[in-house]
């Protein structure tokens, strides 16, 4: 968490997020401005997946993909750079249009 507190609307999404993962179903999220959605997805997935590639080597299993869809240029610009701030450095690609 690359924060020095992680708000309670934060925690609550980053809890139904795990949940939904674990039990391989989708997520749909909606909270205001300024809670801190970015970074509670962000850093809940990609802890979420960390376990996989060391299954993947002796599973063979395929590690899960993630997909993070945004609306705007200047949403993607900030999940970037959020990422950014995380010590987790997964392969990405922005398509845009």
């Given amino acids: 968490w690359p924060f020095p507190?992680?708000?309670p609307p934060q925690?609550?999404?980053a809890l139904h997020l795990i949940k939904a993962l674990?039990?391989?179903r989708h997520v749909v999220l909606e909270s205001?401005?300024?809670t801190g959605k970015?970074?509670?997805i962000l850093c809940s997935v990609l802890a979420w997946e960390r376990p996989y590639p060391k299954m993947n080597q002796t599973s063979g299993a395929a590690t899960p993909r993630i997909i993070y869809c945004s609306r705007t240029h200047s949403q993607v610009a900030q999940?970037?750079?959020s990422l950014r701030k995380t010590p987790d450095r997964?392969?990405?690609a922005v398509?845009?249009?």
Wanted: hydrophobic share 40%; aromatic share 0%; glycine share 8%.
């Fill in 5 to 7: 507190v992680i708000m």
């Fill in 90 to 92: 997964p392969r990405m």
């Fill in 79 to 81: 999940i970037v750079s």
């Fill in 22 to 24: 674990k039990n391989r």
């Fill in 38 to 40: 970015s970074s509670a």
């Fill in 32 to 34: 205001p401005t300024g």
């Fill in 11 to 13: 925690r609550q999404m």
């Fill in 95 to 97: 398509l845009g249009s």
